[in-house]
């Protein structure tokens, strides 16, 4: 029947969709505004500060959606969702259809909602930035969809018929969790391995609960377990189990994605004091361990006057963080100008709504302790702005003659100026190329130099976007899919 087509833009619900309001009609709907926590209340707390579109909110905005014949918002996905389909179901009222669309090509839609920079990507691919309009609000409605819709999605979803084989995933991140359900869905047996006691990966402890809620990537991983993928917690691959204990498991195939955890520091005088640590360390023992909250002993330090060194997301989690721990005074300081950081703009706004200051175009040169060996100041250089780097962005250089010239008093000093690739597998596995940076070398495929080994994520991209990994877990998984069926 027609009405089951829910994909396909010649379907009749679709067409009279369309039919139903003119171009400038559509164009003439505002964008809807996002509700959120006050700023005074939620540095108090964890709560979620962005709250969701309404159901009549999402619906408008649904209707925004010209449902363009070559629609650019696909292009601008890493997973290539079906945007246009998931967008028009949800504009019908069918948020349950509107998730099973999300669901053929995305593992999670309800994180990717809340976390994937969908104004670089699809969003600023959509017509309305041509328009100089404000674009359809896709992320928004893709939380939406995957909130409101998985229930009944997942309720109606049908095992895959089993093949047969067993694979093996290392590490339970974004990565991970797109390629073993990906291959779940193409009826393989599937277990993801998990060094820490929780599965998620940096989903549970690099981003904070007031972005994104524990329960929602729980959600998301207990839809993968009713679809037959199997997790086990506590195992380090390259240490519990090595690449030889896998094989003699019976495994067809072994996925990578352990990573990019080892944190990387800048190399400058007082980085050893008490009081100075990554932002790695700092926002686990916060969100995965449970630190400052009753009932847990892990514990971490609540520094009075914070510096978070960095101007990327992890860089803003952690300086938000810092301030629903207690800081009276929290800084961002980052050697380039708010133009260049790459955190998200929505990341950036929150930060400020919240009382945070921005020190920009400032660089630690060194950190100073007191007579207990605990930091209380730090010496910054100002920067200014030169040539373009590789990525394209103007490198920062030192203004000639301002050594030393800023100290600012610190208590707690979190650093956050990029990752490392975790080293554990790369250098237990015999006869994996390593490239120069540490990262597993893959092929066009996503294959290693081992046959049976892919690898994709931070393990091989050494640190990027939760959208990005999951672009690669998924296109591995088909890539590993195609290589084993020939060899059926």
């Known amino acids: 029947m027609e009405e089951k087509d829910i994909t396909g833009r010649d379907a009749r619900w679709r067409v009279d969709l369309r039919e139903a309001l003119s171009a400038r009609e559509r164009t003439a709907i505002p964008r809807a505004k996002m509700p959120e926590l006050d700023p005074a209340y939620r540095i108090t707390c964890n709560e979620e500060v962005q709250q969701g579109l309404s159901p009549e909110q999402a619906v408008t905005e649904a209707t925004r959606c010209l449902d363009c014949p070559d629609p650019g918002c696909m292009k601008g996905c890493p997973v290539s969702i079906n945007i246009p389909a998931f967008v028009k179901n949800v504009q019908r009222g069918h948020n349950g259809d509107a998730a099973r669309v999300l669901r053929m090509t995305s593992t999670l839609p309800a994180v990717c909602g809340r976390v994937c920079p969908q104004e670089r990507q699809c969003e600023s691919q959509c017509i309305y930035v041509k328009m100089k309009k404000p674009a359809v609000a896709i992320g928004w409605l893709e939380r939406f969809a995957a909130d409101h819709g998985s229930e009944e999605a997942m309720a109606s979803q049908q095992r895959p018929v089993a093949n047969g084989r067993r694979i093996a995933v290392a590490g339970s991140g974004p990565a991970g969790l797109s390629f073993a359900g990906t291959m779940a869905n193409l009826g393989y047996d599937v277990t993801v391995y998990e060094a820490l006691h929780q599965i998620g990966g940096v989903l549970k402890y690099g981003i904070p609960e007031f972005r994104l809620p524990n329960s929602v990537v729980d959600r998301e991983i ?156 730090m010496v910054l250089r100002r920067m200014t702005l030169g040539e373009p780097d590789a990525s394209g962005r103007r490198s920062p250089v030192p203004v000639p003659g301002e050594e030393g010239q800023v100290t600012v008093p610190v208590d707690e000093v979190i650093v956050s100026v990029g990752v490392s690739p975790n080293p554990l597998i790369p250098n237990s596995f015999n006869g994996l190329d390593i490239t120069g940076r540490g990262t597993i070398a893959v092929d066009e495929h996503l294959q290693s130099s081992i046959a049976t080994v892919y690898a994709g994520g931070d393990i091989v991209r050494g640190g990027a976007t939760v959208i990005l990994a999951m672009g690669d877990g998924r296109r591995a998984a088909e890539e590993m899919h195609a290589r084993l069926s020939q060899q059926s």
């Not at 839809?223 to 917690?233: D, K, T, Y």
């Not at 691959?237 to 204990?245: A, E, S």
């Not at 929505?346 to 007191?370: C, K, S, W």
Request: proline residues 4%; charged residues 25%; hydrophobic residues 40%.
């Open 222 to 377: 207990e839809a993968m377990r009713r679809n037959g993928v199997h997790f086990v917690s506590d195992v380090v691959i390259g240490k519990t189990l090595g690449y030889d204990d896998l094989l003699n498991e019976g495994y067809d195939g072994i996925f990578v994605a352990s990573g990019a955890g080892l944190p990387r520091f800048m190399g400058i005088p007082g980085e050893n004091l008490i009081g100075v640590m990554s932002s790695n360390e700092y926002l686990t023992r916060i969100n995965l361990m449970g630190a400052g909250r009753p009932g847990y002993a892990t514990p971490v330090r609540h520094g009075r006057r914070v510096a978070v060194i960095g101007g990327g997301n992890t860089a803003m989690d952690s300086v938000r963080t810092a301030l629903r721990n207690g800081a009276e005074k929290a800084m961002i300081v980052y050697r380039r100008s708010e133009a260049e950081m790459p955190a998200r703009l929505e990341e950036v706004h929150h930060a400020r709504q919240e009382g945070v200051e921005f020190m920009t175009l400032h660089n630690p040169e060194a950190y100073i302790g007191d007579e207990n060996g605990q930091v209380k100041a």
